[in-house]
Each structure stands twice: as C-alpha cells, then as structure tokens.
C-alpha cells in the first residue's frame, strides 16, 4: 500500500498510471530479460480510488501465482495487459501461463472473495477463467 501512496505522492495525489502500479506489484517477478512478466497497455491514469484497488488486486494475483500457478514455476510467465474505451472502461487481462494446470476450485477461496469484493464496489466486474495452462483473470472497471 506503501508503495501505491508513493506514486500518489509523485503526482501530488491526483492518481497513478498503470503500468507503475503494476511494475511496483510485480517488482519481485521481474526479470532483466523481461521473460517472466510481460506487462503491456497504453499509459492509463487511474484516480486513488480505482488505484488502490487495483494494486490490491494484482497484489493477491501475484501472490496466488507464485504459491499455486504459473510464477510458481521456473517456465511460467504472466501477461498483464489492459486497455480503456472511449467511455472510460478499463479492462485488465491477467494470463497465466506455463504453470501448472489450473482448475476451478470446488470453493471461493479467500483470494477470489478478496478480488471480487475490491472491484466490486467500484461497479466493476472479474472474471476467473479457470484453463489447463493457467488462469486468465479478466477485470472490467469503470475509470
């Protein structure tokens, strides 16, 4: 959370873009080479409200990568990319690959109780696509 509030601090607390709220929650994956986290959108500003959140979000993406999917093996890569209608839609796609096998689980674990009920309050919606090479997470928010 520390680290979001910085990137607020640098814009005198007007919002955050993206791809350095990514980076920053990602930063433990990162590689030199950029092989094991791919990160891609047009530059995207997001206000603190949908800011915070987001990091949260990618946070617990992350962490659940590295215990159970694709950052838990020495070949698996995520792809984070995202995009913004016209209209203001930001939609974010998490895809996890080279990991092993992902399956939807029998229950809502904590980490897909704590995504939904973050973006959920923002009007946004997640979708968990549950694929033999890995979770594709998709989230849609208005920003």
């Known amino acids: 959370m520390a680290n979001v509030h910085s990137l607020f601090v640098e814009t005198r607390w007007t919002g955050a873009e993206v791809s350095a709220i990514a ?3 990602l930063a433990p ?3 030199e080479n950029d092989t094991r986290v791919l990160i891609d959108g047009l530059p995207t500003v997001l206000e603190p409200a949908a800011a915070h959140p987001i990091a949260v979000v990618l946070h ?6 590295s215990k159970y999917g694709a950052l838990s093996s020495a070949k698996g890569q995520i792809r984070l990319t995202w995009s913004r209608r016209e209209d203001g839609l930001l939609t974010l796609r998490w895809t996890e690959l080279g990991g092993p096998s992902a ?3 029998e229950r809502k674990g ?5 995504i939904e009920g973050t973006i959920s309050p923002l009007g946004g919606k997640v979708l968990f696509d549950w694929r033999s090479e890995g979770l594709v997470c998709k989230i849609a928010v208005p920003a």
């Open 60 to 65: 617990e993406l992350a962490t659940n990568a």
């Open 23 to 25: 980076k920053q929650g």
């Open 110 to 114: 904590f980490g897909s109780r704590l």
């Open 29 to 31: 994956y990162l590689d």
């Open 103 to 105: 399956k939807a689980p």
